[in-house]
Structure formats: structure tokens, C-alpha cells
């Protein structure tokens, strides 16, 4: 079932029917809207807790407020004449609805009227076959005012079995063929208006059973399909083979229970929504005159004005041409249209901002090197436009407003280096560099580094060692990569004369094989290793990491020293240890 508390979008069709796209609404509490786009226009669904309470849109051509009012003889023309001219004088626009209750309509007739406005419209969407869906959680202050709710499992059960497409209930039977159904018991059939609608179908699925054979016990194969498909979509249909289905005695072609059409009266009240007051339906038949007036051309006149949208819907004239859109449609739609323009964004700035830190300049802006300036500009010119914060209100998710941020800043510093000769040609060089690869701020804090290590050294040769130590300390978190502020930070260490010998040697020694593990062909680096290699007695390591630094730098002076007085003291030992007993303290004669 889909999740709708994220935004969504899809074909209608046979990956999802608007019929499932209700009742996952339905199943997941969902408050928002679910726009369709046709080619007669958009139509807009509105749902608080998963209940229809409003609809709107250019796509509804029919079924306006005072259409269903005059048909069931609730207001006269007079009133509805009246109160569509106050409506269009009021630069608020306000809903037909309450200008109608300002004439003296009956409060309860106005939200009768519109919950058989949403069932009727509802209904009308459950017929569609084909159109593009976007789904967008969160209510707008208007609809909160306008809406009126109805019951979700009234409007889905009627609906289906009396309006869907027999290209949707064809597809569901086909995932039948060879299965038998079985009731689960769920949540879903504890909910009175459900159960009661779906009576003659649930009775006969407490066992196991065929579903054609349903069909022909029922009598009403739309019913049948339509009631299957609500509990296989909710989960409290268990199909196995067919094999294991029971025979329903006596099958025999019943008439099936009356269905609330979609001209019926409805409930007033539904599962976790706000109840409101409503009586008996007097719905008039279809066909029905409209109340008499004094007037016959006032009559036909208000009837015609009656197609006008009401509670703020959107409608089209009788001959199809268009009207102007009321105010309160206009922020409704607006509304919805702009927090699913919003969640499509915020998918492209989550695609954009993926990996952005570790892009150049020329990947941000999706060019290559050899773009020209004009190109380039027309890029970016996109790009900041489609990013720029201020594409999103100030109400927009915090998410959303700092990712455009993030990314307007990275597109300007991309499109301000690339945009000038000296400052690209600059940029380049350093993507060259492997040590950089074009980051610019990384080549900044390696010059500062570089500036913190030679001060260090000045300080190595005053021996400062503990001011050589900080500035080397510096430079190693300018530029962690760089072995030599590493190695010189050690012998610093070790060098100083008050630092407590054996752990000051231990500490150089770690680092230093750190250092040479980076930057094993560097003289000074071995250098340093071979002297404290030294200091620990370890003579024949050391003098193997002299001789690496002299061959590195053949020009090493002290590496050369140390080699000749190793080798010396190496050689003296060995002499040593060959003399055997006490002769070995005596020279020969």
C-alpha cells in the first residue's frame, strides 16, 4: 500500500487507481491533498485523518454547490442569484456557502450539500483511467475553513462499486483466477459504515470461497470485485488455491443490497473526524425542478449562475468556457501546487547536494574544461535559478531552505573562479595538483602550514624547542598529510635538552616511522629516525636509515658523519667480541 505521508507521484492507472490511492489516504490517516492532472484540467482532493473534506479544481466540470442545492430544493433562485452577485462584489470572495447562509439558508443544508458535492466528485475521480498524480501531506488554513468532512469508507465503497472503471475491476478479477478468498478479521471490518455496505459480501467470506462463485451468489459482480479489492488492499483478504474454496449451497442470482449512489444522502459524521449536524436527506430525484420563483428568466438564470464552483471550487461554464477562478480556489490550489512544487525540489537539491563537498568547480556546474565563457554563463544562469534560495517562501521546510543555501553558495564560488582567465587557469593548476585536486581551500591552509613550518624551523635553530614545537603543532593541523611538519615536530621533542628522555625518545621514534611510512624518500626524515635510532643503542638500524639518506641526498654531511663513526664503533665491536678470555683486554706484542 502506498505511504503518503511523504510526498508521492505516479500514473493513474494500473500501478495505482485513484480508488487505492483513497484508501491508503484511508489507512494511513493522511492529511493533505492529491492533485490529478488530466487534459480537461487539474482536479484537487483534500483529506484531514484520511477523510475526504473538500475537493477543487478546472477539471470538475459539474456538480457546483448550487447545482445540487436547486436539485434538492434547498435554496431558491432568488437566494442563490442573490448571493452568487454578492460573492463576485466582494473582492475576498468568500465561499458561496456562507453568502448563501447570510440570505437565510439552513447551515446544515450548506455542509449536506457540499459532502454530496465531495461524494459525487470523489466518485468522479475513482472513474478516471489515466491521468498524472502528486500527493502532499499538510492542510492549508483555507481548506481547514472550507472543508466539510465525509465518510472515507462511504465515499470508497460507493464509489467503486458504482463509478470504477471496468478496466480496474477486469485487472483485480485477473488477480483472482485460480485462487480462493478468505476474510481476515482486521480493524477494517469493525468500521460500522464499511461492514454495513459490505454485508451481503462479508457473511459469505467467513469460509473459504470462489470467487466467481461469489459473484453469481451476490448477484452483483461490481459489488463483489469492488468490496475484494478494498479488503485485499487492506490486508484482511486471505487468498489460497482454488481448491480449497467452498461451495456456496444453493448459489442463486440475489438482487444485490442498495448501494448509497452518488446522489444519495450521507453520513454526518466519521471515524476520527468532526461531526456535523445533518438530518434526513431531502435530495430531490434527479430531474427534479428548482423551487418557483417569482421570476421564470430569474429561475434560469440562477440555475445557470449555480454552475458557478462553490465553497471556493473551481468550475467551468455551461458552453466550456472559463470563469474567473474564486479567491479562495486560487489560494487553495496555489497552496497545494506550491508544496508539491516544493517536495519535487527538495528531491533535487538531496540529487544535488549528494557528494557536492567532494565535486571541483567544473563538476558543480556539470561543464568540463574546456567549456567556453559563454556556455559556462548560460550554466550557471540555470543553476542559480532553479537553486536560489529565494525560490521557496519562508515557510518552506528547514531542509529544503538550507540545501539551497548550501548550493547557491557552492554554485557562485564555482561560477566567480571559472568565470575569470587568471583565477581558472589558477584553479586548474591545482586540480593538477595531486595534493589538492582543485580544492582551493585546502591549497590555502597547506600555504599557511608551509608559512607555520619554516617559523618553526627558525625557531629549531635558535633552539626555541618549545616554540618550534608549536609551530610545527600548527602546521600538522593545517596539513595532516605533510610528514615533514610531522618529523620536525619530533625532533623538536627530542632535541630539547628538559624534556624527560625516554618518553621524548619514544614519542620521535613513533612519529618518525610514521613520517617515513608517508614520505620514506626524504634524507632529512631518515635522518632524524637514524638519530634516535641511535639514542636507543639500536646502531645497526640506525646506521641502515643513514645510509637511505644519503642515498637520497648523497650531499647529507651529517648522514655521511654518522655512517663513518658507526661503522667505526660496528667494526671496533666486532674486533672486540673475536678476542677470546682475558687476552682480548691486552694487545699482541
Known amino acids: 500500500m502506498l505511504d503518503l505521508s511523504a510526498p508521492q507521484e505516479g500514473e493513474l492507472g494500473e500501478a495505482a487507481w485513484f480508488s487505492e490511492l483513497l484508501l491508503a489516504a484511508l489507512a494511513g490517516a493522511f492529511t493533505g491533498g492529491i492533485l490529478v492532472a488530466t487534459p480537461e484540467g487539474e482536479r484537487v482532493a483534500f483529506f484531514r485523518g484520511g477523510h475526504p473534506v ?11 454547490l448550487g447545482e445540487i442545492l436547486l436539485e434538492a430544493q434547498q435554496v431558491t433562485a432568488e437566494q442563490l442569484q442573490t448571493a452568487l452577485e454578492q460573492q ?27 459532502q454530496q458535492q465531495t461524494l459525487r466528485r470523489f466518485a468522479e475521480l475513482v472513474a478516471l483511467t489515466q491521468g498524472r498524480w502528486q500527493s502532499a501531506p499538510g492542510e492549508s488554513a483555507r481548506v481547514r475553513d472550507l472543508g466539510v468532512p465525509v465518510d472515507g469508507w462511504l465515499t470508497l465503497t460507493s464509489a467503486l462499486v458504482e463509478h470504477a472503471s471496468d478496466l480496474e475491476l477486469k485487472a483485480f478479477s485477473n488477480e483472482l483466477l485460480g485462487k480462493s478468498v478468505q476474510l481476515v478479521p482486521t480493524g477494517l471490518t469493525k468500521i460500522e459504515v464499511f461492514q454495513t455496505a459490505a454485508e451481503n459480501v462479508l457473511r459469505y467470506l ?27 488492499r487492506a490486508n484482511a483478504l486471505e487468498q489460497g488455491p482454488a481448491s480449497r474454496g ?34 434526513p436527506s431531502s435530495s430531490a430525484p434527479s430531474g427534479t425542478s428548482s423551487a418557483p420563483s417569482s421570476s421564470p428568466s430569474s429561475s434560469s438564470s440562477a440555475r445557470a449562475d449555480a454552475r458557478q464552483p462553490a465553497s471556493g471550487l473551481v468550475g467551468a461554464s ?13 489560494d487553495i490550489t496555489a497552496d497545494l501546487t506550491r508544496r508539491m512544487e516544493e517536495a519535487k525540489l527538495l528531491k533535487e537539491v538531496r540529487a544535488f547536494a549528494q557528494g557536492l563537498g567532494e565535486k571541483n568547480h567544473f563538476e558543480v556546474l556539470g561543464v568540463d574544461r574546456n567549456t567556453d565563457a559563454a556556455a559556462l554563463r548560460k550554466t550557471y544562469t540555470l543553476l542559480a535559478k532553479r537553486f536560489h534560495p529565494d525560490a521557496v517562501g519562508s515557510d518552506a521546510d528547514a531542509e529544503l531552505s538550507q540545501g539551497l543555501k548550501e548550493i547557491s ?24 595538483d595531486k595534493r589538492f585536486l582543485g580544492d582551493a581551500r585546502k591549497a590555502a591552509r597547506v600555504r599557511d602550514a608551509d608559512v607555520k613550518g619554516q617559523m618553526g624551523l627558525v625557531m629549531l635553530r635558535k633552539r626555541d624547542f618549545s616554540r618550534a614545537r608549536e609551530l610545527f603543532s600548527q602546521a600538522m593541523e593545517l596539513d595532516p598529510d605533510n610528514a615533514m611538519h610531522k618529523a620536525h615536530f619530533a625532533w623538536a621533542l627530542f632535541a630539547d635538552p628538559r624534556s624527560e628522555r625516554a618518553s ?33 643503542d639500536r646502531a645497526k638500524e640506525a646506521l641502515t636509515h643513514f645510509k637511505e639518506a644519503v642515498a637520497i641526498d648523497p650531499k647529507n654531511a651529517e648522514a655521511q658523519r654518522e655512517i663513518r663513526l658507526l661503522t667505526q664503533r660496528l667494526e671496533k665491536s666486532k674486533e672486540t667480541q673475536k678476542k677470546p678470555g682475558l687476552g682480548r683486554f691486552f694487545k699482541k706484542p
Not at 470572495?93 to 447570510?102: M, S, T
Not at 453520513?267 to 445533518?278: A, D, L, Q
Open 246 to 279: 467452498i461451495p456456496i449451497p444453493k448459489a442463486t442470482l440475489l438482487k444485490g443490497v442498495s448501494f448509497p449512489s452518488s446522489s444519495s444522502s450521507v453520513p454526518t459524521s466519521s471515524p476520527g473526524t468532526e461531526s456535523t449536524s445533518t438530518g
Open 409 to 432: 553558495a557552492r554554485i557562485n564560488e564555482a561560477y566567480e573562479v571559472l568565470s575569470d582567465k587568471e583565477s581558472r587557469a589558477e584553479y586548474v593548476a591545482l586540480l593538477d
Open 318 to 330: 455551461s458552453d466550456g468556457g472559463s470563469r474567473r477562478r474564486p479567491a479562495a480556489t486560487r
Open 504 to 536: 621524548a625518545t619514544e614519542k620521535a621514534y613513533i612519529l618518525l616511522l610514521d613520517a617515513v611510512r608517508v614520505a620514506g624518500k626524504d634524507s632529512t626524515i631518515r635522518t632524524y629516525l637514524g638519530q634516535v635510532l641511535k639514542a636507543q
Open 88 to 114: 463576485n462584489r466582494d473582492p475576498n470572495h468568500p465561499p458561496l456557502g456562507a453568502c448563501l447562509v447570510a440570505r437565510g439558508a439552513d447551515p446544515n443544508d450548506i455542509k449536506r450539500a457540499v
Open 54 to 64: 473538500h475537493t477543487g479544481g478546472r477539471g470538475f466540470q459539474s456538480n457546483y
Open 206 to 232: 467467513t469460509k473459504p470461497r470462489k470467487p466467481d462463485q461469489l459473484e453469481r451468489a451476490v448477484g452483483n459482480r461490481r459489488q463483489v470485485r469492488a468490496i475484494l479489492k478494498i479488503l485485499d
